[in-house]
């Protein structure tokens, strides 16, 4: 699985594709979450400044593939950047205080 330039390797690490190991954790590729706002922004790296892939809607469905380790705090909101996979398969990452996990296996 890619995200980004970061690639999960066959010990579940997330590294780049320099083989450097990267701060995201791996939860279960199954969870799936529901965006709880609209004009949500997709980006291409975890964080404010990363470009911009297209914005959610609300309700649309996203396949959470991981987390950063850390959360950060955005206009008083604390939470993880999660990478997630939409459903035309693009991967990028999420603010997560705008998703709502709707399943975990």
């Not at 799936?32 to 914005?55: M, P, Q, W």
């Amino acid at each position: 699985i890619e995200c980004t330039n970061y690639y999960l390797d066959d010990s579940k690490n997330w590294l780049n594709k320099s083989r450097k190991e990267i701060k995201l954790k791996c939860l279960n590729t199954g969870d799936t979450a529901l965006l709880n706002d609209t004009n949500v922004r997709f980006r291409k790296e975890a964080g404010l400044t990363s470009e911009k892939i297209y914005n959610f809607q609300k309700n649309q469905k996203v396949k959470i593939i991981g987390t950063t380790w850390q959360k950060e705090n955005i206009e008083g909101m604390e939470n993880y950047w999660y990478c997630v996979q939409d459903e035309f398969d693009n991967i990028g990452y999420v603010f997560g205080a705008y998703l709502d996990i709707i399943s975990t296996n």
